[in-house]
């Protein structure tokens, strides 16, 4: 059984970085995608990044240029660096991890940003 653990959210001013980690127990090896999602007040959850097990990274076009998506293998943790913020990467942020044959959650961590 796997459990992720985000942590990293909080509230930032406009232009600021924030780092979110999802932590991850259980085995994550063989085929797999790694991923963060984000859903905003009245809207449905969107695809942010991922990673899979091949080292392939996947960017929204929103965020492309300023969030940073990577796997630390060895401590199994999924990060998201997230530079130059905008108020409308306001949302709840969720790491995700697919398998072929099963989907995991964690119960999210929110980013806010406002000045």
């Known amino acids: 059984q796997v459990q992720l653990v985000e942590s990293g959210g909080g509230l930032v001013q406009p232009g600021g970085s924030l780092r979110l980690s999802c932590a991850t127990s259980?085995?994550?090896?063989?085929?797999?995608?790694m991923g963060w999602y984000r859903r905003a007040p009245g809207n449905q959850r969107e695809l942010v990044a991922s990673?899979?097990?091949?080292?392939?990274?996947n960017y929204a076009d929103d965020v492309k240029g300023r969030f940073t998506i990577s796997l630390d293998n060895a401590e199994k943790t999924l990060l998201l660096q997230m530079n130059s913020l905008k108020p409308e990467d306001t949302a709840v942020y969720y790491c995700n991890l697919r398998k072929p044959v099963s989907d995991y959650w964690g119960q999210g961590t929110q980013v806010a940003v406002s000045s």
């Open positions: 259980g085995s994550i090896g063989g085929i797999y995608v």
């Open positions: 990673i899979n097990n091949f080292g392939r990274t």
